[in-house]
T-cell receptor
Framework: NAGVMQNPRHLVRRRGQEARLRCSPM?????VYWYRQLPEEGLKFMVY????????ESGMPKERFSAEFPKEGPSILRIQQVVRGDSAAYFC????????????FGSGTQLSVL | DQQVKQNSPSLSVQEGRISILNCDYT??????FLWYKKYPAEGPTFLIS?????DKNEDGRFTVFLNKSAKHLSLHIVPSQPGDSAVYFC??????????????FGKGTHLIIQP
């Protein structure tokens, strides 16, 4: 049973480009969370999605950031017109249904903006 | 406003001794608490959890204690081993809300086990 798969592991972008981060949940997991970890900081919640629905995006910056979890395929975190401050590790975590709060994390995508 | 606080950025413990990692929280709605362990360049991995109806949960060398009145929890590792060297994150959830907000994490404590 494969774990949570994130790709790419490392992503380098120049300022103004777009970054696309992908997350494939564990088998049987329909709840996806995206977290961001800045240097010397903890994990900050960004967005919570179920299939085709955004449940809670209270942690997402209001501009340039979007997330989706389509019926088929991985969840995508998209950052448009990246800036240096977007450089961080982005982690995806997934879980089964309600009542089980244990999250399983992917290995993360390290985004570096030049 | 940090709802989950880990006030020690790092902790150094001798191999074989007990490691105690502390965590405080401010949100009284939190009723489920977890500890995650993270190695460099890897995602966090679940270690142990505790529900607010308990005050202690034990799993092998790892024990988590919860003091609800003080809004404090701690992770005890005994005996500490070199492989325990990692960053430990405390996390909390309000299950009564179905966990819709996900987990709220502290900033982590870097545990270093000295040989």
């Amino acid at each position: 049973n494969a774990g949570v798969m994130q790709n790419p592991r490392h992503l380098v972008r120049r300022r103004g480009q777009e970054a696309r981060l992908r997350c494939s949940p564990m088998k049987g997991h329909s709840h996806v969370y995206w977290y961001r970890q800045l240097p010397e900081e903890g994990l900050k919640f960004m967005v919570y999605l179920q299939k085709e629905n955004i449940i809670d995006e209270s942690g997402m910056p209001k501009e340039r950031f979007s997330a989706e979890f389509p019926k088929e395929g991985p969840s995508i975190l998209r950052i448009q017109q990246v800036v240096r401050g977007d450089s961080a590790a982005y982690f995806c975590a997934t879980r089964t249904g309600t009542g089980n709060e244990k999250l399983f994390f992917g290995s993360g995508t390290q985004l570096s903006v030049l | 406003d940090q709802q989950v606080k880990q006030n020690s950025p790092s902790l150094s413990v001798q191999e074989g001794r007990i490691s105690i990692l502390n965590c405080d929280y401010t949100n009284s709605m939190f009723d489920y608490f977890l500890w995650y362990k993270k190695y460099p360049a890897e995602g966090p991995t679940f270690l142990i959890s505790i529900s607010s109806i308990k005050d202690k949960n034990e799993d092998g060398r790892f024990t988590v204690f919860l003091n609800k009145s003080a809004k404090h929890l701690s992770l005890h590792i005994v005996p500490s081993q070199p492989g325990d060297s990692a960053v430990y994150f405390c996390a909390a959830s309000a299950m009564v809300r179905g966990g819709a907000d996900g987990l709220t994490f502290g900033k982590g404590t870097h545990l270093i086990i000295q040989p």
